[in-house]
């Protein structure tokens, strides 16, 4: 799941589906706690477009339509489909398969394991059981997945292959989050995640270098890491041991963490923007380092007496992607950096930081935007009509470009998720 977009996938007879992502979309829980309704009165009255929370709430609707339509039977995803000539693209990523299976993961979390529709609750099964059939452990009885297909693997099963240490630390936040929606009370399937997601956890923590950076990729015969570290990677497995530490008890990986926060913004932000204001290395950090900011600067970690100032650096990264790299506007779909966007957000409007009027503002102009790639929502009636059971909850790439990609959709529904929880 690289930075540029988001995505997800599958489903089928669009009547049934359509009402049970309805539910979905209306529904509110585990990690995505609703917040008080707040009004807002006090943001710019010349911000321009905005969008309701009804029609976010439509938008995670659909986008859990599309998602569960194009889960294969095996529990990985169709890559991308062109909605105009009903034609799959035959590429593939490991690392956007494992952001769609966070993605289904972040979905059930937010309807809540009470209220998640059968559908979704048997599309995360699918889909974790796919990756960790697919999973192999170190020496040291470390788990990481192995995708068995598409460019990282090859026909023979990855057995010479290697992926980007984003793959795994996808795929542990999928099962993080997955346990995470699960009620205390449950003693079958939340003892056996959580030991798993202990396991996947144990690799990204013993795969980060000295200096605080992660290899960009692990060989699947050992796990072993191979490469330069990538801002992607970085960002990606900061954010995953972080939701351990915060939501799992895991205050033992708080040295590493501590370390791969400093280095990952010194290399990635410092160095980076040093080099290019307007930074490639900081656009692939921006939303994953902005997710892990918040949560840092919002737990027990974030308010120690020396804490680096997280706060400040998420708040920093936000003034930079919307003045510096001028996010709104952009031409093709930016509904990642809206993750960070509304993290951002929410961090400010705890603060009472002026700042927080123009993040709303650039939340609800971006949105609004991006609602109109997005197929069966009324906001996209320039994109034309459909009954294609395939299409419908698909976000384009861009605004006349019609392949829907899985992790175009899963960043952007992510996002949407957020600001449902954190713009009204």
């Given at each position: 799941?690289?930075?540029?977009?988001?995505?997800?996938?599958?489903?089928?007879?669009?009547?049934?589906?359509?009402?049970i992502a309805?539910?979905i979309?209306?529904?509110?829980?585990?990690?995505?706690?609703?917040?008080?309704?707040v009004?807002?009165?006090?943001?710019e009255?010349?911000?321009?477009?905005?969008v309701?929370?009804?029609e976010l709430?439509?938008?995670?609707?659909i986008?859990?339509?599309?998602?569960?339509?194009?889960?294969?039977?095996?529990?990985?995803?169709?890559?991308?489909?062109?909605?105009?000539?009903?034609?799959?693209?035959?590429?593939?990523?490991?690392?956007?398969?494992?952001?769609?299976?966070?993605?289904?993961?972040?979905?059930h979390?937010?309807?809540g394991a009470?209220?998640?529709?059968?559908?979704l609750?048997?599309?995360?099964?699918?889909g974790l059981?796919?990756f960790?059939d697919?999973?192999?452990?170190?020496?040291?009885?470390?788990?990481?997945?192995v995708?068995?297909?598409?460019?990282?693997?090859?026909a023979?099963?990855g057995?010479?292959?290697?992926?980007p240490?984003?793959?795994?630390?996808?795929?542990?936040l999928?099962?993080?989050?997955y346990?995470?929606?699960?009620?205390?009370?449950?003693?079958?399937?939340?003892?056996?995640?959580?030991?798993?997601?202990?396991?996947?956890?144990?690799?990204?923590?013993?795969?980060?270098r000295?200096?605080g950076?992660?290899?960009?990729?692990y060989?699947?015969e050992?796990g072993?890491?191979?490469?330069?570290?990538?801002?992607y990677?970085?960002g990606?497995?900061?954010?995953a041991?972080?939701?351990?530490?915060?939501y799992h008890?895991?205050?033992?990986l708080r040295?590493?963490?501590?370390?791969?926060?400093?280095?990952?913004?010194?290399?990635?932000v410092?160095?980076?923007?040093?080099?290019n204001?307007?930074?490639a290395?900081?656009?692939g950090?921006?939303?994953?380092s902005?997710?892990?900011?918040y949560?840092l600067?919002?737990?027990?970690?974030g308010?120690?007496?020396?804490?680096?100032?997280?706060?400040?650096?998420?708040?920093?990264?936000?003034?930079?992607i919307?003045?510096v790299?001028?996010?709104v506007?952009?031409?093709r779909?930016?509904?990642?950096?809206?993750?960070?966007?509304?993290s951002?957000?929410?961090w400010?409007?705890?603060k009472?930081?002026?700042?927080?009027?123009k993040?709303?503002?650039?939340?609800?102009?971006?949105?609004?935007?991006?609602l109109?790639?997005q197929?069966?929502?009324?906001?996209?009636?320039?994109?034309?009509?459909?009954?294609?059971?395939?299409?419908?909850g698909g976000?384009?790439?861009?605004?006349?470009?019609?392949?829907?990609?899985?992790?175009?959709?899963q960043?952007?529904?992510h996002?949407?998720?957020?600001?449902?929880?954190?713009?009204f």
């Amino acid at each position: 799941m690289r930075v540029q977009s988001g995505a997800m996938t599958p489903r089928g007879r669009i009547i049934v589906f359509v009402g049970i992502a309805l539910a979905i979309g209306v529904a509110v829980g585990s990690r995505f706690r609703g917040q008080p309704e707040v009004s807002d009165a006090n943001e710019e009255e010349e911000c321009g477009a905005r969008v309701t929370k009804e029609e976010l709430e439509r938008s995670v609707a659909i986008g859990t339509q599309f998602m569960i339509a194009h889960q294969k039977p095996a529990g990985n995803f169709d890559y991308e489909y062109d909605w105009k000539t009903k034609q799959y693209s035959n590429d593939d990523n490991s690392a956007r398969q494992s952001g769609a299976l966070w993605g289904l993961s972040l979905l059930h979390a937010f309807a809540g394991a009470d209220k998640a529709s059968p559908e979704l609750e048997a599309a995360l099964g699918r889909g974790l059981a796919y990756f960790d059939d697919a999973s192999r452990t170190t020496q040291d009885g470390w788990r990481y997945p192995v995708y068995p297909a598409g460019e990282d693997g090859g026909a023979d099963g990855g057995a010479t292959g290697s992926a980007p240490i984003g793959t795994a630390a996808l795929v542990t936040l999928a099962v993080l989050d997955y346990v995470r929606s699960l009620p205390a009370s449950d003693q079958v399937e939340r003892p056996r995640w959580a030991k798993r997601a202990d396991e996947y956890v144990g690799f990204l923590a013993t795969s980060i270098r000295k200096d605080g950076t992660w290899p960009g990729e692990y060989r699947f015969e050992t796990g072993a890491g191979a490469g330069a570290h990538s801002p992607y990677s970085d960002g990606e497995a900061l954010l995953a041991l972080v939701t351990a530490m915060k939501y799992h008890g895991r205050d033992d990986l708080r040295p590493v963490i501590l370390r791969a926060a400093i280095e990952g913004h010194r290399v990635n932000v410092e160095q980076a923007r040093a080099k290019n204001a307007d930074s490639a290395t900081t656009k692939g950090y921006y939303q994953w380092s902005s997710m892990a900011y918040y949560e840092l600067a919002t737990s027990a970690m974030g308010e120690a007496p020396d804490a680096p100032p997280y706060g400040e650096w998420l708040m920093d990264l936000a003034d930079w992607i919307i003045d510096v790299h001028r996010i709104v506007g952009r031409p093709r779909n930016t509904g990642y950096a809206y993750e960070g966007i509304v993290s951002a957000l929410a961090w400010a409007k705890a603060k009472k930081d002026p700042r927080a009027d123009k993040l709303a503002c650039t939340t609800h102009r971006g949105l609004s935007n991006l609602l109109g790639w997005q197929v069966g929502h009324p906001r996209a009636d320039k994109l034309g009509a459909t009954d294609d059971p395939k299409a419908v909850g698909g976000v384009q790439n861009h605004a006349t470009e019609s392949p829907l990609r899985i992790d175009v959709v899963q960043h952007q529904m992510h996002a949407t998720m957020l600001a449902i929880e954190h713009l009204f």
